[in-house]
């Protein structure tokens, strides 16, 4: 599964950002897509994750309440669209699939990755 990530850029904080996580030619079924960041530094870092058929969504607690993580049959994405950003959700984000194994939140068992989409939030 080849995943390719978008979405990053520069942004003020308390602005928005939406990210995007597409799988061209695979399929999601039955997978967890996570989102993970790591700032520099810092170890990566879980961030979201959606399973997608049974559309079960988490969330670190640092980020409940201003990002939401969903998905696109239509288009096979999965996207995470960040709101009130702040200076401390500067970092690369990448989006990650698992096998379809029992969802965790340690990036160790997720095994196909995009590449990283830096976001920058500036204070």
């Known amino acids: 599964v080849q995943l390719q990530a978008s979405g990053g850029g520069l942004v003020q904080a308390g602005g928005s950002l939406r990210l995007s996580c597409a799988a061209p030619?695979?399929?999601?079924?039955?997978?967890?897509i996570a989102w993970f960041r790591q700032a520099p530094g810092k170890e990566r870092e879980f961030v979201a994750a959606i399973n997608w058929s049974r559309n079960s969504k988490y969330y670190t607690d640092s980020v409940k309440g201003r990002f939401g993580i969903s998905r696109d049959y239509a288009e096979n994405t999965v996207t995470l669209q960040m709101d009130s950003l702040k200076p401390e959700d500067t970092a690369v984000y990448y989006c990650?699939?698992?096998?379809?194994?029992?969802?965790?939140?340690?990036?160790?068992?997720?095994?196909?990755w995009g590449q990283g989409t830096l976001v920058t939030v500036s204070s």
């Open positions: 030619g695979s399929t999601f079924r039955n997978r967890d």
């Open positions: 990650a699939a698992d096998r379809g194994q029992i969802y965790s939140s340690n990036w160790r068992t997720y095994d196909y």
